[in-house]
């Protein structure tokens, strides 16, 4: 099927999306992640602050998470940030979040990171607005270049594992050392006589 033009496509989008209007129901659950390496790693990886809600008890947490949601699917702030819930302590290389809510600043590896705001557990919708707001104002995306990136986390030692195993045989995890897909004989550094 074609449209014409863009505006003919336009039109057919918003007749076939008005079909689904009326069931469509608006998300409400906080977007988290499972665990905070992993929130760390992913928040590094996207350049976003990374969002750690802390509580102890259920209920607490509950009401913590309910009201940081609320903000985070605000249009003002959906997508700007990544989130993780932890219960209890916990600490993972040197970050260990006070209980609340704290906006970090994740190091280029994820491997740790920088509280940059905070609100107490019992904050307002207002003042956890105004954690998120500095947190954001705050923050500073570093751009990176991919190669110089993974040279300098191998330089470190810097490993990550990951929770599958790479099948990829593409991937350079999965390859016999010195091989290189499409060419035959021996490897780089050696030569046939």
């Not at 609340?100 to 003042?127: E, F, M």
Request: zero cysteines; a positive charge; charged letters at 35%.
């Amino acid at each position: 099927m074609t449209y014409g033009d863009a505006a003919g496509l336009e039109e057919a989008l918003k007749k076939i999306s008005a079909r689904y209007t009326a069931k469509a129901k608006p998300i409400r659950e906080l977007p988290e992640l499972k665990d905070l390496r992993l929130a760390l790693n992913v928040a590094a990886a996207d350049m976003r602050p990374l969002v750690v809600l802390r509580a102890d008890d259920d209920g607490p947490r509950r009401r913590l998470t309910d009201a940081v949601s609320a903000l985070a699917w605000s249009e003002r702030l959906v997508g700007r940030f990544h989130f993780v819930v932890l219960e209890g302590e916990t600490t993972f290389e040197g970050l260990s979040p006070d209980a609340g809510l704290s906006v970090v600043q994740p190091d280029p590896y994820g491997l740790g990171g920088t509280v940059l705001a905070k609100a107490g557990p019992g904050a307002s919708a207002k003042l956890l607005a105004e954690a998120l707001d500095l947190g954001l104002r705050t923050f500073e995306a570093e751009a990176r270049e991919h190669d110089e990136h993974v040279r300098e986390a191998r330089r470190r030692g810097i490993q990550w594992e990951t929770e599958l195993p790479v099948t990829d045989s593409h991937d350079r995890r999965g390859r016999r050392p010195n091989h290189r897909p499409g060419r035959r004989g021996p490897g780089p550094g050696r030569r046939d006589r």
